[in-house]
């Protein structure tokens, strides 16, 4: 029996107003992705996939539609229950990093355990999470004393710190070199290989190729293009199609 997806979305649509047009960013997109996935969303500029990455993420909320998370309907839940869920449940790794410039590594990671207020010991944890991207070392530095490749691997520890089940990356080797990339792809692999599900942003063949499948966007709808789920038993490669 196949399980329950960890993503299910119905029908889902976003629309903006500026002043009076409607800009239609998301159409009627349906989705549905595994716990244990890694799935590239794939399109050029202005395709919608930014727009689904931050529904996904609680960011925002849909015009219509429905999105279930762990089978639970995220429209229903308010303000502070998403944020709450977000906290928990996402973690988030962005093409600049988003670090603050004045915490040092170590106090950037463990910000999502501050905000939380349930962590006892919020250092400990966050000196755990650069431990796993292989970033102790430079605990006490500051973002700015720090290399693109060395930034991007403490937004990861963040991501990670707080346990969460899925990863939402958004062009998350946009700013650094292609070896570089590649580290950030490979320890996102590893990651997967952990169980958790992540769902990348991307224009980039080269760099959806790591995933298991590829969502393609067009015009803020799931094109054809987009390949099938994988056959499972029960395992992932993490790796290359």
Do not use: W
């Not at 962005?94 to 905000?115: C, E, G, M």
């Amino acid at each position: 029996m196949t399980p329950d997806p960890i993503i299910q979305t119905e029908n889902l649509t976003r629309v903006y107003r500026m002043g009076h047009t409607q800009v239609h960013a998301l159409r009627e997109v349906s989705i549905s992705v595994q716990a244990g996935e890694f799935v590239a969303l794939m399109g050029a500029s202005g395709s919608g996939k930014s727009t689904l990455l931050h529904l996904l993420g609680c960011l925002d909320t849909p015009t219509s539609g429905c999105y279930r998370l762990e089978g639970q309907e995220v429209a229903r839940l308010s303000k502070n229950e998403r944020a709450r869920l977000r906290n928990q449940r996402i973690g988030f790794i962005f093409q600049t990093f988003n670090l603050l410039p004045r915490l040092s590594a170590l106090d950037n990671v463990a910000l999502p355990l501050l905000y939380s207020g349930k962590a006892r010991q919020p250092r400990p944890r966050a000196a755990e999470a650069l431990e796993r991207v292989g970033l102790l070392p430079r605990a006490t530095h500051l973002p700015n004393e720090l290399s693109g490749g060395e930034r991007q691997r403490v937004a990861i520890a963040r991501a990670l710190v707080a346990a969460p089940l899925i990863i939402l990356a958004d062009e998350p080797t946009g700013n650094l070199d292609s070896a570089t990339g590649d580290e950030i792809l490979r320890l996102l692999t590893d990651l997967c290989h952990e169980g958790h599900t992540i769902l990348l942003v991307t224009h980039d063949q080269h760099i959806a190729a790591y995933a298991h499948r590829r969502l393609h966007m067009k015009d803020g709808q799931i094109s054809p293009l987009s390949s099938p789920p994988r056959e499972s038993n029960g395992e992932t490669d993490g790796g290359r199609s």
